[in-house]
């Protein structure tokens, strides 16, 4: 399950808020050609509007620039595509969340990111990637925050809890920009807090460390919001300081645990001043 614009639930995601969506009416329209193809020789002539039909379909024909004499500049062809946008105005809405994949390691250690895959588990709303990211269209940018949580990491394949891990998930301030590669802050430069997320027995992270996104009222501009978690800036690191003993035999065995992250508004100042 892949996280959508239109949908915002699921295990790895929530925010309780709904995007609508503004699609314009599209007109279907053939491909044209100004030369025709004589289906017995392969020879082509001059013949303008041609229709084709769509580019690159079974009955398709050639969309040919055929000029009607040689040199004329009259030969042309001609073919539509789309272009689409949805269009948000007055809401905030969670659009993507990054996957953590730190490849092997020790137990007692702490590793580096190593990519941002989700190791084949379709039970996701992630789509492999690094960003996490928020779109703000309210006016005036009233606020929100962002927290994350981690469950224990389980063997994959495995429901027994007693070989759950409590290992902890790193994350360092990087900064959030826009689609552009702007910092949205509006004084200064805007960035993540620096998280150290555990999953205890209940699957939940510790609150002191789970803000991962925190921007107050008229501190950044309005629009998408992105803050990207990758291997070559070392953006997340893995702890693997869990208190169960380790195996004393040699074993290989792949752990997973699910993030979660919430979206929430913060409370609108109605304050307008005391009255006397």
């Not at 509007?49 to 620039?65: F, N, Q, Y």
């Not at 702890?239 to 065995?253: E, F, I, R």
């Amino acid at each position: 399950m892949k996280l959508s614009k239109n949908v915002l639930v699921g295990s790895l995601a929530t925010a309780g808020i709904v995007l609508g969506a503004l699609a314009p009416a599209v007109t279907a329209q053939a491909a044209t050609s100004s030369g025709k193809t004589n289906t017995t020789d392969g020879s082509v002539s001059y013949a303008k509007d041609t229709d084709v039909g769509p580019l690159g379909g079974e009955d398709s024909k050639l969309a040919i620039a055929y000029d009607s004499a040689t040199g004329a500049g009259d030969g042309e062809a001609s073919a539509q595509s789309n272009a689409n946008v949805t269009v948000q105005s007055g809401l905030l809405t969670l659009d993507a969340v990054p996957d953590f994949g730190f490849a092997n390691a020790a137990e007692g250690t702490t590793v580096n990111l190593d990519n941002n895959d989700t190791n084949g588990n379709p039970a996701t709303d992630s789509q492999g990637q690094d960003k996490l990211t928020v779109t703000d269209s309210r006016t005036g940018a009233p606020g929100f925050t962002v927290d994350a949580s981690i469950t224990k990491f389980m063997p994959e394949g495995s429901s027994d809890t007693a070989d759950a891990k409590a290992y902890t998930l790193n994350l360092t301030p990087t900064k959030l920009l826009n689609d552009k590669g702007v910092n949205v802050s509006t004084n200064g430069v805007a960035k993540t807090s620096e998280a150290h997320i555990n999953g205890d027995s209940k699957g939940n992270g510790s609150a002191d460390d789970s803000n991962v996104i925190n921007l107050a009222a008229g501190t950044y501009a309005e629009g998408p919001i992105n803050a990207s978690f990758n291997k070559d800036a070392e953006d997340a690191t893995l702890n693997l300081n869990d208190t169960a003993s380790a195996a004393k035999t040699g074993t290989s065995k792949s752990y997973n645990a699910t993030v979660t992250w919430t979206l929430k508004t913060v409370p609108v100042s109605t304050d307008t001043g005391s009255q006397g």
